[in-house]
């Protein structure tokens, strides 16, 4: 895989997301919780009067990392199917090159990690891997009742 990748910590674990896929980083004023959504559903907001659902990745991850910063919540806004959605991340690291293919994932990450990770990329930050935004505003699968 060649091109950008936009590094993020999730979680306190850093990882990748395309560049290409990625409209613009801000960081949120405002929030409004949605009653009933999934947990991983972290709210909605304006951007440029455009409605913004916030995933929390990692939740969509289901991460046992340590909890977000506080400040305000920082997203990678992404267009899938029409609706923006902003990746809400711990913190936006840098934009590196992609060197070579994606390589797969040789060790057993826990949660959605495995789910959500297209493969490994060599970077100048060292391997990290990049996440598939369709997965992580899919979120978890849905478990079933007993």
Aim: glycine share 10%; hydrophobic share 50%; net charge negative.
């Amino acid at each position: 895989m060649n091109g950008l990748l936009l590094v993020v910590t999730i979680g306190g674990c850093r990882a990748a997301i395309r560049a290409a896929e990625v409209q613009s980083v801000v960081e949120l004023d405002a929030m409004a919780p949605v009653p009933r959504a999934p947990v991983f559903v972290a709210g909605l907001a304006a951007l440029r009067s455009r409605a913004l659902t916030v995933i929390d990745c990692a939740r969509s991850l289901e991460s046992t990392g340590p909890v977000a910063p506080k400040g305000p919540p920082t997203v990678a806004v992404v267009e899938r199917d029409g609706h923006l959605y902003g990746l809400l991340v711990d913190a936006v690291d840098d934009v590196v090159e992609a060197g070579g293919g994606l390589a797969e994932l040789r060790t057993a990450p826990q949660g959605g990690w495995k789910r959500a990770a297209l493969g490994v990329a060599e970077t100048a930050m060292g391997p990290l891997p990049v996440l598939d935004t369709a997965v992580l505003v899919a979120g978890p699968p849905a478990r079933e009742a007993a």
